[in-house]
């Protein structure tokens, strides 16, 4: 079966920077859609990033736009998540998606799911 797994979320100051891993299988994964999305205490799951099998269409939330960058690596069926310049509204549990057939990669919709990294951003 599928499985997404995420890695490096932790406490950073605000300013710092984490790097998020999403390591999947049970998938042909350069031919999947990956995409991160977060979900803060209290409020809905938001969009973050998004990249197609051939890194050729990435997408962004303008939240994080310039100071986020997607990107993955087919060898090794993972996606990361770099993230810089963080503030406390960047905190959330961190989710990575995957589907094979998305046409609007902000809306997807996305059938597999991780279950997430928590990111906190405080001094």
């Known amino acids: 079966q599928v499985q997404l797994v995420e890695s490096g979320g932790g406490l950073v100051q605000p300013g710092g920077s984490l790097r998020l891993s999403c390591a999947a299988s049970?998938?042909?994964?350069?031919?999947?859609?990956m995409a991160w999305f977060r979900q803060a205490p209290g409020k809905e799951r938001e969009f973050v990033a998004a990249i197609r099998g051939s890194s050729a269409s990435i997408a962004y939330s303008d939240s994080v736009k310039g100071r986020f960058t997607i990107s993955r690596d087919n060898a090794k069926n993972t996606v990361y998540l770099q993230m810089n310049s963080l503030k406390p509204e960047d905190t959330a549990v961190y989710s990575c998606?995957?589907?094979?057939?998305?046409?609007?990669?902000?809306?997807?919709?996305?059938?597999?799911w991780g279950k997430g990294t928590l990111v906190t951003v405080s001094s």
């Open positions: 998606a995957a589907d094979a057939v998305v046409y609007a990669l902000r809306v997807g919709p996305y059938t597999y």
């Open positions: 049970g998938l042909s994964f350069s031919r999947y859609v």
